[in-house]
């Protein structure tokens, strides 16, 4: 959808397995950046590119919206770029050697994340899994995640890197699942249940003690070896409302179990979502349409009820690029009814019109040529060249036209017409193909420091290049083969039209020049002088020929 560019900012996500300690991904942590260090240390270039590194143990719970339990097992660490300019190598590059450095850290899960240019637009490999039940739907989305890894590793999906889900397991938990019948019948609710449990393992507040200006609350708890273990809460009694001691194992089941830090819904269903990002060099559809072949089968055979769906930055370039190709649409029809109504005529608008069809295929060689993927700025390209073009060849057909109003052969208005409108096709071509050369391949002049200093500063390729190029690509290699589009093929569909306009004129009657493609607007030419006769009278004008009036396109 947008340019795949180089970022400024590189970030390292390590996940150890749950229940992990922050003081091992802590240790994880230092495994890292010791690897990123050593890396530096051995290649000048990428420890150039790399102006500062941050790194940040243990993820606390997302608290914007209530929910979201700790993860001491995440660890991230953050680099930041030095600017686009003073880069000694990409930073695509440098990202490509940490991937490599990085590899086999035992149990971890390394994930990176660049910062993204222009609007988020989610990962190129988004699958969303939704049905009725959680449980079955986490069994789902981890074997969808083992299978892109291990295609991805066995070389069956080249380009798949760092394929993850959002499913925040939280730490390990001690549940307790309360029978709600036989609390009634010790007259016991789950809340009083819950809350003996919970001043059993995190305690009460059951005073304050004052030193001076400092309070202190006095916390009443089980010791921490009773706390240790599921033993110590099986002998753990609650009381009821008569004062009877109610064993727990009596009223609930207790046992140990993985809780979710936090659940995703959309519309209302939950939702697990397992994404993949595509290596450098490597183009995002294309990466997806193998993941959507390899996991054809699977999507098949999901029980009843159960979805997977491909979203993220596949929805957001499909919807963009229906809106473009709406737009493209409904721009070109409206180009073709102003021709219609300015020309009078079908013909002279089919031939304009199809010159800029045929623009596309120099937009497709100079895509090709240049390796420059197709994206949201090479559509707008597009747009912008149909403009163009039209402009060129309205000049060349409307003064061949106008040539053959005026009385001459169709050989000889293509002729002279081409001749006289070479110069303004051709420099409206070189002016704009020009003045897009600086956006396109990024180059930059100081011309305060040359006038000043005589020290330009010439740099070629910025940081906007990565989103204008594309465009600027599109717009130079679709005018470049436009152009000769206009000199050359149009004359020609012009003349083949225009003898089989003549032709079927003729096969209904019509009069041999019937069918001509011709302008409609009859133009008098002028006299270029008066002839004077010896007695310096000037004499009345010779009467020119008489100008063939309007004539409609069959």
């Known amino acids: 959808f947008f340019p795949d560019t180089d970022p400024s900012r590189v970030q390292i996500n390590a996940e150890a397995p749950i229940g992990t300690d922050i003081e091992t991904s802590n240790r994880i942590a230092q495994t890292i950046e010791d690897r990123i260090l050593q890396l530096l240390d051995g290649n000048p270039e990428s420890e150039a590119n790399i102006e500062n590194l941050l790194v940040g143990v243990g993820v606390g719970g997302d608290q914007r919206f209530g929910g979201g339990a700790d993860s001491p097992e995440q660890s991230q660490v953050s680099l930041n770029m030095v600017d686009y300019e003073e880069r000694p190598e990409s930073s695509t590059r440098t990202l490509k050697k940490l991937r490599a450095q990085l590899q086999g850290i035992p149990g971890t899960d390394i994930e990176f994340t660049k910062q993204e240019q222009g609007p988020p637009t989610g990962p190129p490999v988004n699958i969303e899994i939704s049905g009725p039940e959680f449980d079955r739907i986490t069994d789902i989305s981890t074997e969808i995640k083992q299978r892109l890894r291990d295609a991805a590793q066995s070389g069956r999906l080249p380009g798949l890197v760092d394929v993850t889900d959002n499913l925040n397991r939280g730490r390990p938990e001690v549940q307790v699942d309360v029978d709600r019948e036989k609390a009634a019948q010790y007259g016991l609710s789950t809340g009083q249940i819950a809350r003996t449990v919970r001043s059993a393992i995190q305690g009460t507040e059951a005073d304050t003690y004052r030193s001076g200006d400092d309070e202190y609350d006095i916390t009443v708890r089980l010791q921490e070896e009773d706390r240790a273990s599921i033993t110590s809460l099986n002998n753990l009694t609650v009381s009821s409302v008569t004062g ?308 409609a396109d069959t």
């Open 244 to 551: 009877q001691q109610i064993p727990l194992t009596s009223v609930a089941d207790i046992e140990e179990g993985t809780g979710f830090g936090s659940i995703t819904r959309i519309d209302e269903s939950r939702v697990v979502t397992v994404s993949g990002d595509a290596a450098p060099g490597y183009n995002g559809p294309e990466v997806l349409n193998r993941v959507q072949d390899e996991l054809s089968e699977f999507r098949d055979g999901l029980p009843p009820g159960y979805t997977m769906e491909y979203t993220g930055g596949n929805e957001d370039q499909q919807e963009s690029f229906g809106f473009l190709g709406t737009a493209l649409a409904v721009g070109a029809a409206l180009i073709l009814l102003v021709m219609i109504i300015e020309f009078n005529s079908i013909s002279a608008p089919f031939i304009i019109m199809a010159a800029v069809g045929l623009s596309l295929i120099g937009v497709l060689l100079g895509l090709i040529l240049t390796r420059t993927p197709f994206n949201l700025f090479t559509f707008i390209g597009i747009i912008a060249l149909a403009g163009i073009v039209v402009n060129n060849n309205i000049v060349l057909v409307d003064y061949i036209m106008q040539l053959r109003g005026r009385g001459r052969d169709k050989l000889e208005a293509i002729v002279e017409g081409g001749a006289t409108r070479l110069r303004p096709v051709l420099l409206t071509a070189l002016t704009t193909i020009l003045g897009l050369v600086p956006l396109t391949f990024g180059i930059n002049v100081d011309f305060v420091g040359l006038l000043a200093d005589f020290a330009p500063d010439f740099q070629l390729g910025s940081e906007s290049t990565q989103f204008w190029g594309p465009m600027g690509t599109a717009i130079i290699s679709g005018l470049t083969f436009a152009t000769f589009l206009t000199l050359v093929i149009v004359p020609v569909m012009y003349s083949a039209l225009d003898s089989v306009s003549l032709r079927v004129t003729q096969a209904f009657g019509g009069s041999e020049d019937g069918g001509a493609i011709v302008s409609d607007t009859v133009v008098t030419e002028s006299l270029i002088e008066d002839k004077v006769p010896g007695d310096g009278a000037p004499t009345a004008p010779e009467a020119s020929p008489a100008e063939p009036g309007p004539t």
